[in-house]
């Protein structure tokens, strides 16, 4: 089992920035890839940005050039830094980590609120 802890959410104005943290703990061994996804009210839960083991990092296109995902293999940490932030990024942020088996875990996600 792998557990993931979300932190950094909150409220902040358009324009503004928000880090995220993801902490994995339990059995990391083999986490292939981590990543960030969302879900807006009343959409489905979406791709933000993914990061492999060997650091190759894939956005969407709706957030390329405004946020930034990076992984600290020491504390097992994947952080996503969001700047810009307009309020189409309102969304529950989850994040993932998917072992080189296939299985994946989520997070219980941490809210992200941008207001106009």
């Known amino acids: 089992q792998v557990q993931l802890v979300e932190s950094g959410g909150g409220l902040v104005q358009a324009g503004g920035s928000l880090r995220l943290s993801c902490a994995a703990s339990g059995s990391i061994f083999s986490i292939n890839v981590m990543g960030w996804y969302r879900q807006a009210p009343g959409k489905q839960r979406e791709l933000v940005a993914t990061?492999?083991?060997?650091?190759?990092?894939n956005y969407a296109d709706s957030i390329k050039g405004r946020f930034t995902i990076s992984r600290d293999f020491a504390k097992n940490t994947v952080y996503l830094q969001m700047n810009s932030l307009k309020p189409e990024d309102t969304a529950v942020y989850f994040c993932r980590a998917v072992k080189a088996s296939g299985y994946y875990y989520w997070g219980q996600g941490t809210q992200v609120t941008v207001s106009s």
């Open positions: 990061i492999t083991s060997g650091n190759s990092t």
